[in-house]
């Protein structure tokens, strides 16, 4: 019988917040990409930052 599935947003062991800078930091240079790479940058740095809010009790 196979166990649960695996935990979507995994814990992080760091610091949450380095993550916001770092997701946050993805949009920099969104003005130099081609407008139909904007949605992949926007999903990426959505997930990071979900992630960062799912360990907000971190903070």
């Known amino acids: 019988m ?7 947003f995994a ?3 760091t610091d949450p917040r380095a993550g916001i800078d ?3 930091a993805g949009l920099d240079d969104l003005a130099a990409l081609l ?3 904007h949605v ?8 990071e930052l979900t ?3 799912s360990t907000i009790d971190k903070v």
């Open 2 to 8: 196979p166990g649960p599935p695996p935990d979507q």
């Open 11 to 13: 814990q992080q062991d």
């Open 22 to 24: 770092e997701a946050v």
């Open 35 to 37: 407008l139909s790479e």
């Open 40 to 47: 992949d940058r926007f999903e990426a740095v959505h997930t």
């Open 51 to 53: 992630v960062a809010l």
